[in-house]
């Protein structure tokens, strides 16, 4: 069973650059995409991107100016950059797997809770 | 890519049944049969409730099910139980390379 474990700091400051990892374990890491989906505070889910495990990428049109996802297949991680951040991507951020063929978020991880201070 | 549109909440009776509709455009919901659901409790991640539209993964009641007409999916839940107050997001392929979510709905159980 695919477990996922967010971690990375949970303040930034406004106009900074966010950075999170996600850990992998209990699974391979291989014919997975992997995903960073974020909901602020009382809203929905808005997902931000993913990488597949041979490293390319996928972002949300909306987000993509700012977003960099980037893996480490040797230590099963993988990481978000989101830049210049504001108040506004304040949320609980969490990292979601989906195997390749498959179209659903299958695993999850417990989320981290990432507040952009001014 | 807009969210998809969700009911802000919907209620039921124990025993009764409940649906969720979530609509989309023709270029997400309507143009793939890729709608998942997910049941989120308070402070707790996401679970995957269905797939594939109508697809239930192991260990789902199959009190949930899925359906899909035109550019809009939607979760029935039968039987209702009071565990089944959560909230519940559906999700959608928007293209080859991007998803897409709803904006959630609170279920309550009367």
């Known amino acids: 069973q695919v477990q996922l474990q967010e971690s990375g700091p949970g303040l930034v400051k406004s106009s900074e650059t966010l950075s999170l990892t996600c850990t992998v374990s209990?699974?391979?890491?291989?014919?997975?995409?992997w995903s960073w989906i974020r909901q602020p505070p009382g809203k929905g889910l808005e997902w931000i991107g993913d990488?597949?495990?041979?490293?390319?990428?996928n972002y949300n049109p909306s987000l993509k100016s700012r977003v960099t996802i980037s893996g480490d297949t040797s230590k099963k991680q993988f990481s978000l950059k989101l830049s210049s951040v504001t108040a506004a991507d304040t949320a609980v951020y969490y990292c979601?797997?989906?195997?390749?063929?498959?179209?659903?978020?299958?695993?999850w991880g417990q989320g981290t809770l990432v507040t952009v201070s001014s | 890519q807009s969210a998809l549109t969700q009911p802000a909440s919907v209620s039921g009776s124990p025993g009764q049944s409940i649906t969720i509709s979530c609509t989309g455009t023709?270029?997400?919901?309507?143009?793939?049969?890729?709608v998942s659901w997910y049941q989120q409790y308070p402070g707790k991640a996401p679970k995957l409730m269905i797939y594939?539209?109508?697809k239930r993964p192991s260990g789902v009641s199959n009190r949930f099910s899925g359906s899909k007409s035109g550019n809009t999916a939607s979760l029935t839940i039968s039987g209702l139980q009071a565990e089944d107050e959560a909230d519940y997001y559906c999700?959608?392929?928007?293209?080859?390379?991007?998803?897409?979510f709803g904006g959630g709905t609170k279920l309550t159980v009367l």
């Open positions: 594939e539209v109508t």
């Open positions: 990488i597949y495990y041979s490293g390319s990428t």
């Open positions: 999700c959608s392929s928007a293209s080859s390379t991007s998803w897409v």
């Open positions: 023709s270029s997400d919901v309507g143009s793939y049969n890729f």
């Open positions: 979601g797997s989906q195997h390749s063929g498959s179209y659903m978020f299958d695993y």
């Open positions: 209990g699974g391979s890491i291989s014919s997975y995409y």
